[in-house]
């Protein structure tokens, strides 16, 4: 049995191996160009085009996924952030740790490229209400500022995500610092109010509604 066994589990590492590299590889290569084809994923990845296929059916199942893994490490920040006891360090915290993920680089990137699944649907509802209590419990602390909207988060971490250099390390000290101000801003609430009225639910979720819309008969 032991004989048996074991190149079966040699083949299961080479598998999540591949896998691993073929996520990293359409990573970069959709971000750099959603309309990219799929075989540049497979060229990057160093992988044959028939084993990212034996993966994912198609171009949009590779995004799907892709986009799906972004929510799911989203949410896990949120989580981890809601698990603070003080509502500024929970909130700060959440959105260091999106930042340092890049996780909006995909939403920015992506988002109406492909049709969402019902799961992507509830994950990003799940994803919304964990966000909210987050900026609740940060105004009821008494930091936050007063005009600082959950729409807010949406927008200035795509703001954050925007920040992209060649040289990746650059470019993630950069958003820190950014992300940095950002955050000395929303706790300034002396400060002269925003200007503008706060963006509104439908301004940062018009790529979902798109995408939604394409997908309808």
């Known amino acids: 049995m032991w004989v048996m066994t074991t190149p079966l589990q040699g083949r299961k590492r080479e598998a ?6 073929i996520l990293a590889a359409a990573r970069d290569v959709f971000i750099e160009d ?5 075989s540049a994923v497979a060229e ?5 085009i ?11 199942d590779l995004l799907r996924t892709l986009c799906h893994d972004g929510l799911k490490a989203f949410i896990d920040a949120a989580v981890d952030g809601g698990d603070m006891n003080e509502g500024w360090d929970a909130l700060t915290t959440f959105l260091r ?25 509830a994950d990003a509802v799940r994803a919304n209400e964990l966000v909210e209590r987050l900026v609740a419990r940060a105004h009821a602390g008494g930091r936050l500022r007063a005009d600082f909207v959950l729409a807010d988060v949406t927008l200035l971490l795509e703001a954050c995500a925007a920040i992209r250099l060649p040289d990746r390390d650059r470019s993630v000290q950069l958003r820190r610092r950014y992300l940095a101000l950002a955050i000395d801003g929303m706790e300034r609430d002396d400060a002269d109010p925003l200007p503008g009225p706060a963006p509104e639910p439908a301004e940062t979720n018009w790529r979902w509604a798109k995408a939604r819309q394409n997908a309808q008969p």
């Not at 959603?34 to 799929?38: E, N, R, T």
């Not at 990057?44 to 044959?48: C, D, I, L, M, T």
């Not at 028939?50 to 949009?60: I, P, V």
């Open 97 to 121: 740790n999106v930042v340092d993920a890049d996780v909006h680089a995909l939403t920015v990137h992506l988002a109406g490229t492909f049709t969402p699944t019902p799961e992507m649907g």
């Open 44 to 48: 990057r990845a160093g992988v044959g």
């Open 34 to 38: 959603p309309k990219a084809p799929i």
């Open 50 to 60: 028939s084993a990212l296929y034996r993966r994912y059916a198609g171009k949009e």
């Open 16 to 21: 999540a191996r591949n896998d691993g590299a």
